[in-house]
């Protein structure tokens, strides 16, 4: 199902506003409930992909069985570009598309994975933070790259980890997925513990170095935007 995108009333549209909104919603984020399970339910990953040209934002989300890793369900929406491209506060572009790509799936989808960060976040609030919070949903950030954070190199195993860490506060983690190759950055968003949301993304991972849920939402969005902008 594809649902249209609509800006919320009142979505910033200055830095500035932008900025307050992070501090202000910063306090409601919830960081001692465990969350669920690895291994039960659904699990949903989103992502988003865009046509800079054409001011389009496509959102997908793909909940899968968390047990078999297998596709259970999913959404894509499609909109207008919600706010100028600025470090640091991404899920203000994002999350207007990434919300209608929940609300269009026919299954509650548990716990979420974002393609980014959550407290590992210049202003402690990334986009899994930010989504968390505006869901009520349990939210991790699996995201590529470390941002501004610095972190000593895991181990070569698999499952290995070192602190993500800002000055000398742990923000997340560096996370090897896969024996020697690169890890992914892992942080709490909302609702999860750090070592639940590095079990989750473990378990999401048996294969490849990103998580299922985040490979999955990647293919649906570019699909849907080259669809979009044909």
Excluded at 38 to 62: H, I, M, N, Q, S
Excluded at 96 to 114: F, R
Excluded at 184 to 194: A, D, P, Y
């Amino acid at each position: 199902m594809t649902m249209t995108v609509r800006i919320p009333a009142g979505w910033p549209a200055t830095e500035e506003r932008a900025r307050a909104v992070q501090d202000e919603l910063r306090g409601r984020v919830v960081l001692d409930e465990p969350g669920p399970p690895p291994g039960t339910g659904r699990v949903t990953g989103v992502d988003v992909a865009y046509d800079d040209e054409r001011d389009v934002v496509v959102a997908a989300a793909v909940v899968l069985d968390a047990a078999t890793l297998d596709v259970v369900a999913e959404s894509t929406a499609v909109g207008r570009v919600s706010f100028p491209y600025v470090p640091g506060l991404l899920a203000f572009r994002e999350i207007p598309a990434v919300m209608a790509a929940l609300e269009a799936l026919p299954c509650a989808p548990g716990l979420v994975v974002c393609d980014g960060y959550g407290l590992a976040h210049p202003r402690r609030f990334g986009l899994a933070s930010h989504l968390g919070v505006l869901t009520g949903l349990p939210t991790i950030g699996v995201a590529k790259n470390p941002f501004t954070f610095t972190h000593e190199e895991p181990g070569a195993p698999r499952g290995s980890s070192s602190p993500l860490l800002a000055g000398e506060e742990e923000v997340g983690r560096a996370l090897r997925t896969q024996a020697g190759i690169k890890p992914v950055f892992v942080s709490v968003g909302h609702r999860v513990t750090l070592e639940n949301a590095c079990a989750h993304t473990l378990r999401l991972a048996p294969r490849f170095r990103l998580p299922e849920t985040t490979r999955h939402a990647d293919a649906l969005c570019r699909r849907a935007l080259k669809t979009t902008a044909a």
